[in-house]
């Protein structure tokens, strides 16, 4: 039921390749931004980098048609941009203001767009799995082809309720692909430390549920993989699992100085496998573009992003009013 695949380059055009540098970079220089602005107080709370994982979201949002949804945990800010949602927006939210997707009350964890598909960051471990199962219950219902990417990471993989969900999505057969972001530390705990078996996608196999493992850092394959769970998904064959091994370069959240693991270890990483430089020189290589052409996607990103850190700080604090807006009573 579950297999570890040879990585198969899917066919790209230079175009589309330039569109995946162009999403993994801006969500690189939004991370960096966001980080620059929590360390000048001006985000508060938790704050969850995307930083060295922008191959996973930007491959699977390249397999996603109009209607699907997505749904994940509180390292979010990558998601929201990859299904188009708008800088501007999502910065403001970050920096609790009245032009952010939720009004400047929720934050880096809990903001949502009806428009984009987008259900949310959620801050409690594990959350958001039942919730995505639900998502595609919905659509299951209304006899549509909708599928619904739920994401979570190594260490949510532990928790009760993802297996709970598994059985469920798989009675009822629900169009729905669990993607397990795993970048090989939970909080602060290695995956080897945490985790009895070395593969998490096999845990679908005692319910039925195909999967694979995915190398998240390179953006083609995760298309790839991805293509196969959309087909099987709407074809009303049911769940799917993606384990898609990454890395992120920062601490699990601004607070953590990340000493569990060691700097030549990240330093390693970036070097030899960072998913944003892979597809530059595929690029080059490919004569798909020049470096004149990458300097320009450079600027203009840089821009996008300093635009949204303006139109933060220009925005409003959210009124007193709003404390009673989107409530129940």
């Keep these: ?15 589309e390749l330039k569109q ?24 508060g709370g938790f704050c969850h980098l995307y930083i060295g994982q922008e191959a996973v979201v ?11 949804k997505r749904i994940t945990s509180y390292r979010d800010h990558g998601h929201m941009l990859a ?26 964890m809990h903001m ?33 082809s909708r599928v619904t990417f739920t994401y979570f990471g190594d260490g949510a993989a532990n928790q009760g309720q993802v297996y709970e ?8 057969d629900l169009p729905v692909i669990f993607v397990i972001e795993n970048n090989q530390y939970a909080m602060g705990t290695a995956q080897a430390r945490s985790t009895s078996s070395q593969d998490i996608y096999k845990r679908g196999e005692a319910f039925g549920i195909p999967g694979e493992m995915v190398d998240g850092m390179d953006v083609l394959a995760v298309k790839d993989a991805s293509e196969r769970a959309v087909k099987h998904c709407r074809s009303g064959k049911g769940p799917y699992i993606l384990e898609v091994k990454t890395y992120r370069y920062r601490g699990h959240s601004m607070s953590d100085p990340a ?3 060691t700097r030549e270890e990240v ?34 990103i840089k821009a996008i992003v300093n635009a949204s850190a303006d139109f933060a700080k220009e925005s409003p604090l959210p009124g007193e009013a709003e404390l009673w807006t989107d409530i129940y009573a």
């Design 165 to 172: 969900t598994f059985n469920m999505a798989a009675l009822w």
């Design 267 to 300: 330093q390693k990483m970036r070097e030899e496998r960072d998913p944003i430089e892979n597809v530059r020189q595929m690029l080059l290589t490919g004569k798909h573009a020049s470096e004149d052409d990458l300097k320009a996607i450079d600027k203009e």
């Design 259 to 261: 000493k569990y693991r």
């Design 20 to 43: 995946y540098y162009r999403d993994m970079l801006l969500i690189r220089r939004f991370e960096e931004k966001a980080g620059q602005l929590y360390g000048m107080g001006l985000i």
């Design 112 to 144: 949502f767009s009806k428009e984009k598909h987008f259900y949310g960051g959620h801050g409690i471990v594990g959350a958001q799995v039942p919730l995505g199962a639900g998502l595609a219950f919905a659509d299951k219902y209304k006899g549509n």
């Design 1 to 15: 039921m579950a297999a570890k695949r040879a990585a198969k380059k899917p066919n790209v055009s230079g175009e």
């Design 83 to 108: 299904c188009g949602m708008d800088a501007n927006g999502v910065m403001a939210e970050l920096t609790g203001r009245e032009g952010g997707y939720s009004k400047g009350k929720g934050g880096s």
């Design 58 to 68: 930007v491959g699977l949002e390249a397999a996603t048609e109009e209607g699907d």
